[in-house]
């Protein structure tokens, strides 16, 4: 079993759908989790970075991570096409160690 | 306050030959790490430097190396290449003391033939 897995999609929807994207993980010794989004042919960009449990909003974008069920989700609200991209999960043990990345999932919102 | 960057951003090297390269992290950040992403397995770390020293290293072979200067200015070198070291190589930094917020620099595409 893989430690961290994502639905690699694709995943297509219309403009204004919300979009909930999902990874599960099996080691519960992870505590720091974060969201990126990656353009074809650029280098991943930070979304979102929650410490342990709860929800983090920003803006069009919600983090959720339940360690309970070692779940996490990012919600999209009212998307747009450019936010089609792919988007991946990441998470790790402790502050300087390394981050484990889901696969990603492949992103598109048709106008 | 200006990105990560990497240099170069692409490269095309034969096989057996070796490669170099460079990362730049944001101004303040004292850790850096690389990470190897190719369709197959995705993103996989490689090894991270905080202040000139390796805190920790993925599973790689030894071909793979890096090192981190006193500016935390950080290179990663791939010798005796191979047709599997055909990836986008990314570089991370981190303020480094606590958390973990990585920033990505835009990435170097090594193609070895």
């Not at chain 1, 979102?48 to 991570?65: C, H, I, L, P």
């Not at chain 1, 779940?71 to 160690?97: E, H, K, N, V, W």
């Not at chain 2, 290179?75 to 930094?93: H, R």
Request: aromatic share 12%; hydrophobic share 30%.
């Amino acid at each position: 079993q893989k430690e961290v897995e994502q639905d690699p999609g694709p995943l297509s929807v219309p403009e204004g759908a919300i979009v909930s994207l999902n990874c599960t993980y099996s080691n519960s010794a992870f505590q720091y989790f974060m969201w990126y989004r990656q353009y074809s042919r650029k280098g991943p960009e930070l979304l979102m970075y929650t410490y342990s449990s709860g929800n983090k909003e920003d803006g069009r974008f919600t983090a959720q991570v339940d360690k309970s069920s070692k779940y996490i989700s990012l919600f999209i609200r009212d998307s747009q096409p450019s936010d089609s991209a792919t988007y991946l999960c990441a998470m790790s043990y402790q502050a300087g160690t390394a981050l484990i990345f889901g696969k990603g999932t492949t992103l598109s919102v048709s106008s | 306050k200006a990105g990560v960057t990497q240099t170069p951003r692409y490269l095309i090297k034969t096989r057996g030959q070796q490669v170099t390269l460079s990362c730049s992290p944001i101004s303040g950040h004292r850790s850096v790490s690389w990470y190897q992403q190719t369709p197959g397995q995705g993103l996989q770390f490689l090894f991270e430097y905080f202040s000139e020293t390796q805190r920790n290293k993925g599973n790689f072979p030894g071909r793979f190396s890096g090192r981190q200067f006193s500016n935390s200015r950080s290179e990663m070198n791939v010798s005796t290449l191979e047709l599997g070291d055909s990836a986008l190589y990314l570089c991370a930094s981190s303020p480094g003391a606590t958390g973990n917020e990585q920033f990505f620099g835009p990435g170097t595409r090594l193609t070895v033939l």
